[in-house]
């Protein structure tokens, strides 16, 4: 009993530092509600003198989220790639970097087959464009990273702006400061090229111009309204789309009731959207038509018909086992996606998948330190200010839960809407008094205080390396996964003069999420290339084609990956 209760406080540390922390300063807002008021009314005044600025809170909440990431780099450096979805967005961003939408497909296409990578009809990544044209910027300035740190800073700033839609600049502030240190420090939205930040940032858009749009109809406000829509069909099409139907339905729902004139809706609603939604939409055809082969097919479509036998949702059928010519492909397809898959389409498997969504949704966007506000949820769902975000959630939360799969980042659109939920709910817990006392208003001001000393001991942790689980369950300080080692192996060979060619061989206990090969978009050209082993046969071909090259063999299930030279 005791060794179980150690080992999972030694996984859930974090966690439980911070539950500690919450009951700790909820007892002193209890027994002291008056403790620091002083100091704390006086910094709330001048944070609100402050934030009265509104541009200039935006740009400071932005700038706060780059500078403090920055800050962090000695202690917690730029990500090296580790799962499948980071390299096809970098090979994405490689490929925009060099002015093509996609690549032709290489002769030699069947030794560079991976997870998520297209190459038929074309050599190129499974998504949509977003994610590789921010890491394509990065890129210009040196490295995708830089385009990831830019990429959380603009989203606090979005995030800032679209509370000040909705609260006085005050809580604006107080909320943006909170995802400052939730998203933009140790998350993994700014440590890995998974790039929540992006769809996040379009979500606080469209849910920041509703009420600007409801207030004022002026058309600047329909065409944030379109930009953020833009941003998802680009990042998160499935996802952004539920999102959007829904604002875009709250929208004219609201002003029908305010019987807007239909000249107001066609002109200064309607037509400004369109102005932005049009070119968008013909974009997406066009590049659907060069990467995919066709202007009508989506984005993930050939890969998941090509290499998956499991569905993206509840109601799919599983499909024909393809041939698979390579046995890493076909564990992570039929042994690791396929049981899961099987297991939520039964109703306790489903349960189950619901459950654990909001589990891991909870630990990533609230955690104890935002637990506080659902002390007074009953208070929120008839809350009037809020109504049609709670509204745009609950769609948002049907479209996720008949999913198949889930990680955080799939609802980053959302983002901003959590973060006023729980500002508007601790609104409310600041108005409330016990026994005549203001324990509401300590409660609240504790808030902030806990996510900042939990940031301070997230650092120390860094910068001590202290033994402490930082790998599950994935909260705003952990990340999910361990680092390949394929970087140091990238700079053992960039240390031999010439080009090479990395023959990666697995064992029969593989972890297929532990992946070595993907490529360049440039292949022919590029220092390195990464090449499943497929045996002598097979491989002379290949060998053949890249006679020019030095020849490597990489046992990558070594520990750590063990480089040979065969030439």
Not at 139 to 158: E, T
Not at 509 to 519: A, L, M, P, Q, T
Request: charged residues 15%.
């Amino acid at each position: 009993m005791l060794v179980s209760l150690l080992a999972w406080l030694w996984v859930y540390l974090l966690f439980a530092i911070e539950a500690a922390l919450v009951l700790l300063c909820t007892k002193l807002a209890f027994d002291f509600p008056e403790l620091g008021s002083r100091r704390f009314t006086a910094f709330e005044r001048k944070l609100s003198r402050f934030a009265n600025r509104r541009a200039a809170a935006v740009l400071a909440v932005a700038t706060l989220a780059f500078v403090l990431r920055g800050l962090l780099l000695p202690v917690e450096p730029v990500p090296e790639p580790t799962v499948h979805d980071e390299f096809s967005y970098l090979l994405q961003a490689d490929t925009f970097r060099s002015g093509r939408l996609t690549n032709p497909t290489h002769p030699m296409w069947v030794h560079f087959e991976s997870m998520h990578i297209e190459h038929q009809p074309s050599y190129a990544s499974m998504y949509p464009p977003g994610q590789g044209v921010v890491l394509a910027a990065g890129q210009l300035f040196g490295s995708p990273f830089y385009g990831v740190w830019i990429m959380a800073a603009v989203m606090c700033g979005a995030i800032c702006w679209m509370l000040q839609g909705w609260f006085n600049p005050g809580w604006a502030v107080f909320g943006a400061s909170i995802a400052v240190i939730r998203l933009s420090t140790f998350s993994y939205w700014v440590d890995s090229y998974m790039l929540g930040a992006l769809p996040a940032t379009g979500g606080a858009l469209i849910l920041g111009a509703i009420p600007r749009i409801l207030r004022t109809k002026r058309a600047a406000s329909v065409f944030v309204l379109g930009i953020g829509i833009a941003l998802l069909a680009d990042a998160r099409p499935y996802e952004g789309a539920a999102l959007s139907a829904a604002s875009v339905s709250v929208v004219f729902y609201k002003l029908i009731r305010q019987r807007t004139p239909g000249s107001i809706l066609l002109w200064r609603i309607v037509a400004p959207l369109a102005l932005v939604l049009v070119p968008t939409l013909a974009f997406m055809a066009y590049y659907d038509w060069r990467v995919f082969g066709s202007p009508l097919t989506l984005p993930y479509q050939v890969n998941r018909a090509t290499y998956a036998v499991a569905g993206v949702y509840i109601w799919d059928s599983p499909r024909p086992v393809p041939v698979y010519r390579h046995a890493a492909m076909a564990d992570f397809y039929l042994k690791r996606e396929l049981p899961d898959f099987q297991k939520v389409r039964s109703v306790p498997g489903f349960i189950n998948l619901c459950l654990s969504k909001l589990t891991r949704a909870w630990q990533f966007y609230l955690g104890p330190v935002l637990m506080l506000p659902i002390l007074v949820l009953p208070v929120i769902f008839r809350d009037q200010r809020i109504r049609g975000l709670l509204f745009i959630c609950g769609v948002f939360a049907l479209a996720l839960f008949v999913e198949a799969w889930f990680m955080p980042h799939y609802a980053a659109p959302i983002t901003a809407a959590v973060l006023a939920i729980a500002v508007q709910a601790l609104r409310h817990v600041r108005a409330w008094r016990w026994k005549g006392r203001p324990v509401g208003r300590a409660l609240v001001r504790m808030t902030p205080l806990v996510c900042a000393l939990m940031l301070a001991i997230r650092i120390g942790i860094a910068v001590f390396h202290l033994p402490v689980n930082l790998i599950w369950p994935l909260t705003w300080g952990t990340i999910e996964w361990h680092p390949l080692g394929r970087e140091r192996i990238i700079a053992q060979l960039e240390s031999h003069p010439g080009r090479h060619l990395v023959l990666v061989r697995y064992g029969p206990k593989h972890d297929s999420f532990r992946e070595f090969v993907y490529n360049a978009a440039d292949i022919d050209h590029a220092r390195i290339v990464w090449a499943r082993d497929m045996g002598a046969e097979k491989n002379r071909e290949l060998l053949s084609y890249f006679k020019d090259r030095q020849v490597w063999e990489l046992d990558a299930d070594d520990q750590p990956p063990a480089l040979s030279r065969l030439n």
